[in-house]
């Protein structure tokens, strides 16, 4: 059975982004800049002791969870905005069961300090 979770329990707003090459008029090298894409609610997730324990063995202690409504375009971004910095995706898992109200549940790690 699927999680429930209130709406107001998505508070925060958070934004996707994907890489796109911009050339350097100065330089005329091409750089990789994140473009935002969409905005969606998530929902900050708080881990057990347990998961902390096994966070620190994977060396994922500097990670946040984020739960999202159920979103397919979000397999195809690489960065969120989340509380006014850059993070990344290191783990996507998608609802796939068949039915309204499905969450999706993101693992991202801070890149950059201030977005």
Not at 4 to 29: A, C, M, P, R
Not at 35 to 45: H, R, T
Not at 93 to 104: A, C, L, R
């Amino acid at each position: 059975m699927a999680k429930h979770y209130l709406y107001s329990d998505f508070s925060l707003k958070v934004q996707f982004y994907q890489e796109n090459s911009v050339d350097d008029e100065n330089t005329g090298t091409t750089n990789r800049v994140p473009v935002e894409n969409f905005k969606v609610w998530a929902k900050p997730l708080k881990r057990t002791r347990f998961q902390n324990i096994t966070a620190i063995g994977a060396n994922l202690q500097d990670t946040v969870d984020i739960v999202v409504k159920h979103d397919d375009r979000i397999a195809e971004q690489i960065y969120v905005g989340y509380d006014n910095k850059l993070f990344t995706i290191l783990s996507y898992v998608p609802d796939d069961s068949w039915g309204f109200g499905g969450y999706d549940t993101l693992t991202i790690k801070q890149i950059q300090k201030e977005a």
